[in-house]
């Protein structure tokens, strides 16, 4: 069946540091994968999408490639700070409107 | 973005009883969404509730332990019904975004179920 693969389970970077997130998806006819942050008690949170007429897409800090051959797509975050630390998730949607996702990061980023 | 709201924010329930949780969003949508989140997992959906017809379940969800309501655009409920220690999770809904592209979808801010 569909699966979206993430990894890593957790990053712990410095202050100012860049992080990276990779997922793979197995549905080859997907076409909008979505990034969600989590924080502690909270929903999740649409941080960034991208969908695959295109192979980047940033805003600000992040950043989001996307590469259909492999079937994979990554999160950048640049310049990490404090407030990044969070739970993030990425989706991959199948059937045309469910979203399935991966396993998340629990990422930590020390002052 | 939608602005999403859900009822009660949480709960602790005796095993055998029900519980409702309400969603509630400022605009009209087409799509409503339940996701389950058991503590320190990803999220799992449970069904999409359609207004005005029956709510289409995933794999593993029924609607006698998991009835749904969707009476107009704006609003939703999930029931989890005789509960056991094992629906301790956090239930979320989603609205797929009515003001911008179509797939965004949005999230409330859960509802945290404890089943003693």
């Known amino acids: 069946g569909e699966n979206v693969e993430q990894h890593p389970s957790t990053l712990s970077v410095q202050e100012g540091d860049s992080a990276v997130i990779k997922c793979t998806y197995s549905?080859?006819?997907?076409?909008?994968f979505p990034w969600y942050k989590q924080e502690l008690g909270k929903g999740p949170q649409l941080i960034i999408d991208i969908r695959s007429n295109v192979g980047e897409k940033k805003d600000q800090r992040i950043a989001v490639t996307l590469n259909k051959t492999a079937k994979h797509f990554s999160l950048h975050i640049t310049e990490t700070q404090p407030e990044d630390s969070a739970v993030y998730f990425c989706a991959a949607i199948y059937n045309t409107d469910k979203l399935i996702f991966g396993t998340g990061t629990r990422l930590q980023v020390f002052p | 973005s939608a602005v999403i709201s859900q009822k009660p924010s949480r709960d602790i329930c005796q095993r055998g009883t029900s519980l409702t949780i309400q969603c509630q969003v400022d605009s009209q949508v087409t799509m409503m969404f339940w996701y389950r989140q058991q503590p320190g997992q990803s999220l799992t959906l449970i069904a999409t509730?359609?207004?005005?017809?029956?709510?289409?379940?995933e794999s593993g969800f029924v609607i006698d332990k998991f009835p749904i309501s969707r009476p107009n655009l704006t609003f939703s409920t999930l029931t989890v019904s005789n509960m056991s220690p094992e629906d301790s999770s956090i239930y979320l809904c989603?609205?797929?975004?009515?003001?911008?592209?179509?797939?965004?979808?949005?999230f409330g801010p859960g509802t945290r179920l404890t089943v003693l």
């Open positions: 549905d080859s006819a997907s076409n909008y």
């Open positions: 989603s609205v797929e975004g009515s003001a911008g592209e179509v797939d965004e979808q949005f």
């Open positions: 509730a359609n207004q005005g017809s029956e709510a289409t379940y």
